[in-house]
C-alpha cells in the first residue's frame, strides 16, 4: 500500500503491483486543510496548493489530497451508515455510464442534494445526521479548493466560489453520492465484457471529491490513453476535474475518463461516497481565456444534457 508520505507533489505513473501503473503523489493541503480551522491559511499556502492543483488539472486531471482535515470519524460514519442498507438505492443497471452496448453496470446509489432534502429517517434514523456532517466539510474544503484554483488560474480569487455560493441549495446540481457496488456470486459475470462496476466517463460537474474503501478496482486514463490505477490510500481524498472545469479552462484542466473495474475482490461488495461539485444553475459557462473553444453554456443545461443521457436506457 502507497503511503501519503511519498507524495512527491506531481503525479508520476509509476509501476505498482506485478505490471500495474498506479497514481502516486498528491497535494499535502497542509495549512489549507480543515484542521486549522478558524485560523486562515497564510497567502504562501494559497499559492502552493493552487500550483500544485493546477499541475495536476494540466495533466492526469485527478489527484489525492492528504492532511484534508476532515476527520476520518466522519468519513467512516457515512461508509457504516450506507453499508447497512441499500433501501432507495438506485437499482444496479438503471443508470448508464458506459456507452459500450450490452455491458450491465453493478452499483446501487443514493443522491444527497442537500442535507435538508428527502432521507429514509424512520428505517435509517442514523444517515441525516451523518450525511449532514460530511456534507458540510466536503463544503467548505471544495471552497478552499475552489479558491486555490482561482488563484492558480490569475482570477480574482472569489470568482469560482461566487459561482457556487447554493452548493446545498435546491438550483445547484452538486450533490452527495452513496455507492455500494455488490458482491459478485462466484461464477457469475465471468466474463469481463458483460459486467462491469462503473463504466468510463467524465464527471459532470466543476470538481469532485471521491472517498473509496479498500476494495479498490477505480482506474484513471491519462493523457497518452493508457488506463493506470487509483488505489485507495487512507486517509487520503481523491480530487479530479469535471467537464464543466474543462470548459471554463478552455482545456487547460482536464476531466479525466474513470472507470471502477471487477477485481479480484469481486466476491466483495464495494462502496464509495462522490461529493459532486456544480456551479449555481444559472451560471453560465464559457472558456475564460476568451478563447471561444466551447459555446457558453447554462450550468444547468449541462447537467440536465448529461443526466438524461446517463438515464436513457
Ligand atoms: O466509485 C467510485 O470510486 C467512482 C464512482 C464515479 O466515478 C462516479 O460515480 O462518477
Ligand atoms: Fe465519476
Redesign the pocket.
Known sequence: MLSPLSFGGLYRPARGRADEAVIQSGIDLGGLGLASLPAQPSEEEWQRVGKEIRSAFKDIGFVYLSNHGIPQGVIDEVFDVAGETSKGYTAPNQER?TEAKGVQELRE?FDIHTPDGAFPDQELATLRPAARTLFEKCSVLTFRILTAMAIALGLERSYFVKRHEGLAGTKNSSCM?L?Y?PALPDGEGADEGEVT??GA?T?YGTV?L?F?DAAGG?EVKERGGAWVSALPIPGTILVNAGDILQFWTGDVFRATE?R?LLTESRSKA?Q?V?F?VHPDGDVVIEPLDGSGRYMPVEAKQHAIKRFSETYNL
Request: charged content about 20%; some cysteine.
Open positions: 455510464l446509489s453520492r455507492l457496488y462496476r462503473c466517463h464527471d469532485t471521491l473509496q477505480l474513470h471502477v464495494r464509495s462522490v459532486f
